[in-house]
């Protein structure tokens, strides 16, 4: 199943039609086949990265406990990460990871968390979910009765759950918002989350603040990191995290 629930081995479903529906097999071989989702994605990313500042590494300072390690953490994940897959895996608990060539958005996070606050959010999620199960999506969109740390916490709306129970929500839209326009100011090392048109959840992460912030994220072709902009024109924003100091 997907991170939504819906069937599937990602977290967007596997094919999208560029053409209406066809009613009969011979209407059906006047159009080409479905096309992969993540094959028009990147198409969309290859057109607006570039205007979107594409990058490398940066050298991003950040003092012992500080959540912009987050962000410096993450510069690591750049060249190494380069696939992307959201398939459920058995995992070691505590410390399990997919491997690191691959992974979803939210391992961008997870591994950040790891590698620059040595924060476990498989751990982190589990314990929380354990004390309180009924408090997270995971009942209503996955139909768990239990939690699993196999993939609790690599889904973004439990990530959402667990930083907003421990007071580190920012925002969260009561309104549809461009995927750009984040209301409150942003801090290196934050948390931004998405939803598309269908429902599907991504989290990324802020590398730079100010006029012009940057965000490092896997959204389908391993981690990337680019300007915030483009993620207007095919996401609405729905919610902006803190990494809570208390955690």
Not at 41 to 70: E, F, H, Q, Y
Not at 107 to 127: N, T
Request: hydrophobic share 40%.
């Amino acid at each position: 199943m997907d991170f939504l629930g819906r069937g599937g081995g990602a977290a967007y479903p596997e094919t999208v039609s560029l053409y209406a529906p066809v009613s009969s097999p011979a209407e059906a071989r006047h159009h080409p086949a479905s096309l992969d989702r993540r094959l028009l994605l990147a198409g969309g990313l290859a057109g607006l990265l570039p205007l979107g500042a594409c990058t490398g590494a940066l050298k991003i300072d950040a003092g012992p406990g500080s959540p912009a390690r987050l962000a410096a953490a993450a510069q690591a994940q750049l060249g190494v990460t380069t696939k992307y897959d959201a398939a459920y895996a058995a995992l070691p608990y505590p410390g399990g990871d997919v491997p690191r060539k691959t992974g979803a958005c939210s391992d961008v996070v997870i591994r950040a968390a790891r590698d620059g606050l040595g924060r476990d959010l498989q751990k982190l999620v589990h314990e929380d979910m354990t004390a309180a199960f009924n408090a997270y999506p995971a009942r209503q969109l996955w139909n768990q009765v239990r939690p699993d740390p196999n993939i609790d916490h690599r889904r973004v709306p439990n990530l959402e759950t667990f930083f907003r129970r421990r007071g580190g929500e920012v925002w969260k839209a009561d309104r549809k918002t461009g995927g750009a326009s984040f209301p409150e100011p942003l801090a290196v090392g934050d948390m931004l989350t998405w939803r598309n048109a269908e429902g599907a959840s991504h989290i990324a992460l802020v590398t730079r603040a100010g006029g012009n912030p940057l965000i490092l994220h896997n959204i389908g072709q391993g981690a990337i990191q680019h300007g915030l902009w483009p993620m207007g024109f095919w996401r609405n924003a729905v919610g902006h995290y803190r990494w809570p100091a208390a955690v």
